[in-house]
């Protein structure tokens, strides 16, 4: 039988030395408190930036994901919860304030690592400061663009 979670599986580590390289600092296999019985794979946790490592298989990769002929109708519903899974899972973090990054197992470890490092520059650079006594007019020039256009 073969688990669906595993820890410290080669994509994952070999996403875990990209980053490290690139010099980013993350926690592994975290927890947050919006989803206590769910842990992240690598979590930054001052830009709020969540990434999971998804395995081809359990979350259908649209390269190297199919069902398996034998028993199709179990194995259908079975990875649609998983992906039903995914989806609440980002929903969840997505509305908590936390940017969530799903990364392939089969993407190359150095350009996932920098679409990362990316997103948390990004986050990081952009994040709320303390009021500096602007106006309110600086505030409206900054609206952020409809999130996740796209998402198919
Ligand atoms: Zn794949």
Redesign the pocket.
């Known amino acids: 039988m073969q688990r669906v979670r595993r820890r410290d599986t080669g994509p994952e580590l070999r996403l875990r030395s990209a980053l490290h390289r690139l010099g980013l600092r993350y926690r592994v296999d975290a927890k947050v408190p919006e989803l206590p019985r769910h842990r992240i794979d690598v979590l930054f946790r001052r830009a709020r930036v969540a990434v999971f490592v998804d395995g ?1 298989f359990w979350h259908l ?5 199919s069902v398996p002929k034998a028993n199709a109708g179990w194995w259908t519903r079975k990875l649609a919860g998983v992906r039903a899974r995914d989806a609440r899972t980002d929903a969840i973090l997505t509305q908590a304030g936390w940017e969530v990054v799903r990364v ?4 190359e470890p150095d350009v996932a690592a920098a679409r990362i490092a990316a997103v948390v520059t990004d986050r990081l650079g952009t994040q709320p400061r303390r009021c500096s006594g602007r106006s309110s007019s600086a505030v409206r020039e900054n609206e952020e663009s409809p999130a996740n256009a796209g998402l198919s």
């Open positions: 081809c990769c649209p390269e190297h994901g392939w197992e089969h993407e």
